[in-house]
């Protein structure tokens, strides 16, 4: 397992922008798929973005498209989710996660390893 920190979460006003950071140690990231999740209060966890290994794979939730992207520095281990125009829907702790299989999947059950989430959230 590789052990995941997030950092870069908040309180913004709704149209205003954050970026998560997940940076990873332990083993190399590159051949890791890396998801984000997020939790809303009295919710289930759920899959917003995918990267893949090398980044030839990438998957969004469709209440994110157009306004989160995920990216990817695999020389400083470390996983973006730059997120714009946020709506108070978008309030949760966000969870990065790495798949050591790289499947890139959407599931909770295809990660093996996780962070301990930064919570954002946005006012109306």
């Known amino acids: 397992q590789v052990h995941l920190v997030e ?20 083993r190399s990231l590159s051949t ?3 998801g ?6 009295g919710k289930e966890r759920q899959f917003v973005a995918v990267i893949s290994g090398r980044g030839v ?7 994110v498209k157009g306004r989160f992207t995920i990216t990817r520095d695999n020389a400083k281990n ?6 714009n125009s946020l709506k108070p829907d978008d309030t949760a702790v966000y969870y990065c996660a790495g798949d050591m299989r790289n499947f890139a999947g959407t599931s ?10 930064t919570q954002v959230t946005i006012s109306s």
């Open 32 to 34: 890791y798929s890396m």
């Open 78 to 83: 470390t996983v973006y989710l730059q997120m």
């Open 108 to 117: 909770i059950s295809d990660y093996d390893s996780w962070g301990q989430g």
């Open 57 to 63: 794979t990438i998957k969004y939730t469709d209440p």
């Open 36 to 41: 984000w999740f997020r939790q809303a209060p």
């Open 7 to 26: 950092s870069g979460g908040g309180l913004v006003q709704a149209g205003g922008s954050l970026r998560l950071s997940c940076a990873a140690s332990g």
